[in-house]
């Protein structure tokens, strides 16, 4: 797959590997590298091939891991990282879907509580050992030697690896916390096929008043709600676009005005969406 030399999110988009529930990010970084990282509105479980991190997460002191360690990071956490030597990384965004679907087949196996509360400075720093180190082996062997099968065989090991870190009390408040969210259900709102809800649909489906979702939504995501929800579209014109032209595609996610369109796919991926699908080589699984 491909190497990742930044924390740029067009890049991140462009050359992650998404199958139906996980996307995986490789990255390559050189000596002395050093920036701030987002995880988004995924989970992200953080893991070092060679190398060592320095990293402080949400302004906390900053601390070093390396390849028997990763982290766990609950969506829209910041992350300084710097490397003192060149440093590889695998990192796996765990889609909501997977959660629910390993939670919803595992819980009368494991104590899964529904906790309170939802702090979005959380995070976790795990061994990496037995059973982890197992999954995350496996995927490796899966990205150097599979082909065909990629998408199934990662979702299938995935869902394994979300099970192992559901049993970690640490790891199971994130990934649960953040699906039971106001916020994370307004985005799982947004990115249905139910039609697109105004602002105030959104805030009463989560039980808030506009006022108060518009103000946690933005404090969560640094974005407002119509601009996140822009963004959703985005992204979903990048799939569109596989398949149809720039003005069906425009059609499809209800902009009339084609230019605005093009105007706000390239402010948001750095190219037009007739380049990207130029560009497109049909690597990604989704």
Known sequence: MKRLNCFSRIAETEFGLATNHVNILYYDLPR??????????SPRLCTILSGTKQVSINQSEQFSYQKDQCVLLPPHSNVYMSMSESTQALVYEFSDELIEEVRAKVSEQLLIEDTPGFDTHAFHLESVQ????????????????????IGFLLDLTCQ?????????????????????????????????????????????????????????????????????????????????????????TAYELGYENISHFIRLFKKEFGLTPKQFKLNNTGTHYS
Do not use: W
């Open 130 to 149: 037995q059973r982890l180190s197992v999954l995350h082996h496996r995927v490796q062997d899966v990205l150097l030697n599979e082909k065909e099968s």
């Open 32 to 41: 002395h590298f050093h920036d701030e990282y987002r995880s988004y509105e």
């Open 160 to 248: 394994e690896l979300v099970y192992e870190l559901l049993k970690r009390q640490g790891c199971q408040k994130i990934l649960l916390d953040n699906a039971s969210h106001p916020v994370t259900k307004a985005i799982r709102l947004m990115k249905s096929n139910q039609g697109p809800l105004s602002i105030s649909q959104l805030a009463e489906e989560v039980n808030m008043s506009l006022p108060n979702f518009s103000q946690k939504f933005k404090l969560v995501t640094s974005h407002t709600p119509k601009e996140y929800a822009t963004k959703i579209r985005l992204h979903q014109a990048r799939h569109f676009l596989k398949q149809l032209s720039v003005t069906d």
